[in-house]
């Protein structure tokens, strides 16, 4: 546990779900722990004791917040939960709190296997629509362009970029063809609970997470998370964005909850301190714009060139595409606000410098 972890509360400790089953966090609320592909190699997913009409009156049943990537691995997780976790009851809907693959990339197939919604912000249903159909952002070869245009030279790693046109799509094969709209404020009856929808901006499109205030429970999604902060980046398909900004903002709207708030976070482990988390969120961001702005001072930096100021540890291709995102994201922050001007180098590269 790091130092800004030890100023957290885990009620659990170190209490992890069982693979293929569920810790009870509260009543009516199951946490499950899938693993993920990836250097982040788990995701948090939350089942929901729910009751809904449905065409043959009241139905008891479920709500799943969350999907995991599309993998036999994570199906066969999924059909242990169904066998020894529902109580014999139906999959009711499908909640998502945003688009990205491990969030979403199961949602066709259990809305499928129990003839249950997809409820979803537009935003996030409509990108990844889109996304589906090819790159967006993910790989191909305006990203490859993207990242070259922002310092990435290295012509192998352009290669694999290049040859990534069909990362979403991998992960995330297919979505269902109709969704029910999760808006900011929308007050969404689960159960015994009335869960308050706060949309956030800068990891996601719309991001949608859920407060329960009578119980002071948040479920956080990836916008809130206890170890790692979340990936903020900028896309080839909105390359003058400034989404660190939109991110801060967001998080701020967290700190109308109770400060004794129970997170329920996509990744990590569900904790106590949300306003203090929020605060280390903004400390970290504002250290690592100063070493951006140091960086940019002593000359002229692209986002390449901030890799090794904002990560100290080596990363692979995976990690770079992301760490790439994020050093843009920072520079365009200082950019927006007037401290760093963007130059156009005749090799075709941005480069950033003090105002």
């Given at each position: 546990m790091n130092a800004q972890e030890a100023q957290l509360l885990y009620p659990w400790g170190d209490v992890l779900p069982a693979a293929g089953s569920t810790l009870e966090v509260a009543i009516g609320v199951k946490w499950i722990r899938m693993g993920l592909p990836f250097a982040l190699d788990h995701i948090n997913l939350w089942l929901l004791r729910d009751e809904m009409d449905g065409p043959h009156g009241r139905q008891q049943g479920w709500t799943v917040v969350?999907?995991?990537?599309?993998?036999?691995?994570?199906?066969?997780?999924?059909?242990?939960?169904?066998?020894?976790?529902?109580?014999?009851?139906?999959?009711?809907?499908?909640?998502?709190?945003?688009?990205?693959?491990?969030?979403?990339?199961?949602?066709?197939?259990?809305?499928?296997?129990?003839?249950?919604?997809?409820?979803?912000?537009?935003?996030?249903?409509?990108?990844?629509?889109?996304?589906?159909?090819?790159?967006?952002?993910?790989?191909?070869?305006?990203?490859?362009?993207f990242f070259a245009s922002h310092g990435l030279t290295n012509a192998d790693d352009l290669a694999q970029i290049?040859?990534?046109?069909n990362y979403y799509p991998g992960l995330v094969p297919a979505i269902p063809g109709s969704f029910h709209r999760m808006m900011d404020g929308q007050v969404v009856r689960i159960g015994e609970r009335d869960w308050t929808c706060i949309s956030g901006y800068g990891h996601a499109p719309e991001h949608i997470a859920l407060s329960s205030s009578q119980d002071m429970l948040l479920i956080s999604g990836d916008m809130v998370l206890p170890r790692i902060s979340t990936n903020?980046?900028?896309?080839?398909?909105?390359?003058?964005?400034?989404?660190?900004?939109?991110?801060?903002?967001?998080?701020?709207?967290?700190?109308?909850?109770?400060?004794?708030?129970?997170?329920?976070?996509?990744?990590?482990?569900?904790?106590?301190?949300?306003?203090?988390?929020?605060?280390?969120?903004?400390?970290?961001?504002r250290d690592r714009l100063a070493e951006?702005?140091?960086?940019?001072?002593?000359?002229?930096?692209?986002?390449?060139?901030?890799?090794?100021?904002?990560?100290?540890?080596?990363?692979?291709?995976?990690?770079?595409?992301?760490?790439?995102?994020?050093?843009?994201?920072?520079?365009?922050?200082?950019?927006?606000?007037?401290?760093?001007?963007?130059?156009?180098?005749?090799?075709?590269?941005?480069?950033?410098?003090?105002?």
């Open positions: 969350d999907c995991c990537v599309s993998r036999d691995e994570a199906k066969a997780q999924w059909e242990q939960i169904f066998a020894g976790e529902l109580e014999g009851l139906p999959v009711l809907r499908v909640i998502v709190t945003h688009m990205h693959p491990d969030h979403l990339g199961l949602a066709h197939w259990l809305c499928e296997r129990w003839n249950a919604p997809l409820w979803i912000s537009a935003t996030d249903y409509n990108t990844a629509s889109l996304s589906i159909r090819g790159s967006t952002g993910f790989g191909g070869e305006n990203s490859a362009a290049r040859g990534r046109s903020i980046s900028v896309y080839d398909v909105e390359p003058e964005s400034n989404p660190l900004t939109l991110f801060l903002q967001s998080i701020d709207r967290f700190k109308a909850l109770d400060a004794d708030t129970l997170v329920l976070p996509s990744h990590g482990k569900p904790f106590r301190g949300l306003h203090t988390r929020i605060d280390q969120l903004h400390a970290h961001h951006v702005m140091d960086a940019c001072t002593a000359s002229p930096r692209s986002g390449a060139d901030i890799l090794p100021v904002m990560f100290k540890r080596p990363l692979d291709l995976h990690q770079t595409t992301f760490a790439m995102g994020e050093a843009v994201a920072h520079l365009h922050t200082l950019w927006f606000e007037g401290e760093l001007r963007r130059m156009l180098g005749s090799d075709g590269i941005y480069r950033f410098e003090p105002t």
